[in-house]
């Protein structure tokens, strides 16, 4: 910015020794920094991937004052712009002696700009016309062209011919090639040049050629289709101090820590990375790194926005409708036009002028209000590094439920670079242990424990996610990853394998009865389900190990066996062992869950009955109880299948009479044939009957054994 302005001012200076006035050379001065961009003084990049942006600097004064005042030049990336119309903000002081509002206003090409530009212009190049196309549109305007002497014209006609051109100067062959040609009328009558012949040529009218310009020129601006340039016009000639926001979507920013396990007390160092993927250079830049998740989304404002409205007629006068009207009875006052309380609409004029006092008052309150920026608390002296140095990292503080690192010094990054600055360094609280997972081993396979630390974050600061770098004995042990890590809450890092120490976990389960009533023909059984994980650990070197166990919690259960765990988060318990040397250790935890279940007897099967009365842990009366009613039960099926039975035989004599009366009607009943059909069907006569009386009683047995059976159901009660 320093060798902009002093080049600004080394041009000024040399408009000064050509004879230019004092005053003309302060407006050159004031003109050439009113077309410098604000400079980018404070920057806020956010986790979720937006950057809040603010350059503050002071208004140049206008040679013009009043409404054409300076305007500060905003160029975005195309995807950027509907983040910056939604959240630009402008913050300028009053004039000395204004009433304190300001007109501020921002104007930008909209997304239909160039092309309905190019159109409205005398000239079109809004679709990349050629030459011949160019001519062609403009039929009937006046040209002089060099071809190669002058000749002066209207635009006749332009079009395309087929030209024989001779392949060599020896085979007398020729191809036929499509040439444009231009037809002019001239005072000498019309005049057709091949356009390949014309050197130059030049619209007479002014107009042509001034749109001929804007057009190249609005083309040449647009050249860069990725970006679009925000222009922020302020009313007024003093100079005054100025601020201008918004948030754009940036790279998110990474963060990568480094922990040193070697000596007394662990040390944690965290590294920020940074990347300015923009076309502007962050020069002295306040640089804050934000962690959080902020609601943030994007909504198209760039784009001109059109609805559907309805076509009605016109409201045009005709002739008017014939009516008639009945005579009145009674006559009265007309009261809808003397009625004092009909409420009256307020004139139009004074419903604007009200309106528009009460935007002016709040826009006079929006202007004057000041920003105001809380002070930030001393920077803490400087920590000794991994490398045993000293190192300026950022200072932190919370920003509601987000936290904010602010580095303490300024930062300076040219576009599309990236950068890695330190960001937190300090002792942390950490305890080396192995972590084996119970889920990991439920297959059955042996495993290896984790290498684990117990981290603890004592920094004072709100850690964001990310990789973990950690070196133990003075070199790299391994690599750790970590979530969002809040001040003074505990964590487990795993970097690596202790392949010294395995183990394996046996899964296993089972039904224990816990209590059996019977009620009312229902019978309620508790039991409780009880889950059983062996894990069997050996540890073949020869210093002990302190172990963490993690154990998936089982749902719908509760733990037995230990009777406490360590720590519990919400899918696992953790139990803390110390496993010996040269030894192994197994321990079992054991989960049980409570169930219930009910059973209608009267729709138990005679099988499932019997198992539950002879199972060994219900009680011995409802063993009893199950058992008699098992022998009842069994009684009624008998009854049952007994009647069943008979009716079975019933139904095949009545259906043999049935055959055989089919035949007597064939053979007749006066033949010796139909005479031994009859006997028979007499004899069957007897046995049905007999089976009838048969069947009545086997009735009468089942349906005593059933109520039998029901009604000491019922009358069960454990």
Do not use: C
């Amino acid at each position: 910015m320093m060798m902009k302005k002093t080049l600004l001012s080394l041009i000024v200076i040399g408009f000064a020794g050509m004879g230019l006035s004092a005053q003309t050379v302060d407006s050159l001065m004031a003109a050439a920094e009113s077309a410098a961009p604000l400079p980018l003084r404070r920057l806020a990049l956010y986790s979720s991937g937006v950057g809040y942006f603010e350059h503050r600097g002071t208004l140049p004064a206008s040679a013009a004052g009043g409404p054409d005042g300076p305007a500060i030049a905003l160029p975005f990336h195309i995807s950027a712009v509907n983040d910056a119309l939604k959240s630009l903000a402008v913050s300028v002081a009053p004039e000395s002696g204004s009433p304190g509002t300001l007109a501020v206003s921002v104007s930008y090409p909209s997304e239909e700009t160039l092309f309905r530009t190019l159109r409205s212009l005398k000239i079109d190049l809004s679709g990349g016309p050629g030459i011949a196309d160019i001519l062609q549109g403009l039929k009937g305007e006046e040209l002089e062209v060099t071809a190669p002497n002058p000749i002066r014209g209207r635009i006749l006609a332009v079009e395309h011919r087929l030209v024989e051109h001779r392949t060599g100067p020896f085979d007398g062959r020729s191809i036929p090639q499509n040439e444009i040609f231009l037809s002019l009328y001239t005072t000498d009558g019309i005049r057709v040049i091949n356009l390949n012949d014309i050197g130059s040529f030049a619209f007479t009218e002014a107009k042509i050629n001034a749109d001929l310009g804007r057009a190249l020129d609005l083309i040449m601006t647009a050249r860069d289709v990725e970006t679009r340039e925000l222009r922020v016009n302020i009313p007024g000639a003093s100079r005054r101090p100025v601020t201008v926001s918004y948030v754009i979507p940036v790279p998110v920013w990474k963060v990568s820590y480094r922990l040193d396990l070697s000596g007394g007390k662990p040390f944690l160092q965290g590294w920020a990375i940074v990347d300015n993927d923009g076309d502007t250079d962050w020069d002295n830049v306040e640089l804050s790194l934000v962690t959080g998740r902020p609601v943030s989304f994007i909504q198209d404002l760039y784009s001109p926005y059109r609805v559907s409205r309805p076509t009605l007629p016109l409201a045009i006068a005709g002739a008017a409708e014939a009516r008639t009207y009945d005579s009145a009875l009674s006559y009265g006052k007309m009261a809808y036009a003397e009625d004092a309380s009909v409420e009256r609409e307020e004139p139009a004029q004074k419903r604007y002028d009200n309106r528009n006092s009460a935007f002016t008052q709040a826009e006079s309150a929006m202007a004057s209000a000041d920003i105001a920026y809380a002070p930030r608390a001393p920077a803490p002296a400087p920590r000794s590094s991994l490398a045993g140095g000293t190192m300026e990292t950022a200072q932190g503080a919370g920003l509601g439920d987000q936290f904010e690192f602010t580095l303490k010094q300024p930062v300076t990054l040219k576009r599309r670079q990236s950068a890695m600055v330190p960001l937190i360094e300090g002792t942390v609280t950490a305890e080396k242990t192995l972590v084996f997972s119970g889920a990991q081993a439920a297959a059955g396979r042996t495993i290896h424990p984790a290498i684990s630390a117990v981290l603890t974050n004592t920094t004072g600061m709100k850690l964001p996610a990310g990789p973990i770098t950690v070196y133990d004995g003075g070199a790299y042990s391994g690599d750790a990853l970590i979530e969002f890590f809040p001040e003074n809450e505990k964590r487990i890092i795993s970097y690596g394998d202790d392949l010294s120490v395995s183990g394996t976990r046996q899964i296993s389960g089972s039904m224990n009865f816990s209590a059996v009533t019977v009620r009312g023909g229902i019978m309620t059984v508790n039991s409780n389900q009880r889950f059983d994980s062996v894990y069997t650990l050996r540890n073949a070197s020869g210093e002990a190990k302190h172990l963490v166990v993690e154990h998936p919690i089982t749902a719908g259960a509760t733990l037995a066996e230990p009777a406490a765990w360590s720590e519990r988060t919400g899918a696992l318990y953790r139990f803390i062992r110390e496993l010996p040397a040269k030894q192994e250790f197994s321990f079992t935890v054991r989960e049980e869950s409570p169930r219930s279940s009910q059973v209608i007897l009267s729709r138990l099967p005679l099988e499932s009955m019997v198992v539950y009365a002879s199972n060994e842990e219900f009680p011995a009366n409802v063993k009893t109880a199950l058992a008699k009613a098992a022998d009842l039960k069994r009684r009624a099926e008998t009854a049952k299948t007994a009647l069943v039975e008979l009716d079975a035989q019933r139904e095949r004599l009545i259906a043999e009479q049935e055959r055989i009366r089919r035949n007597l009607e064939a053979a007749g009943n006066k033949t010796p044939q139909g005479q031994d059909y009859l006997r028979r069907m007499a004899d069957q006569d007897g046995e049905i009957d007999t089976l009838n009386g048969q069947i009545e009683a086997a009735n009468k047995n089942a349906r005593a054994a059933q109520s039998e059976y029901d009604a000491y159901l019922m009358g069960m009660s454990f």
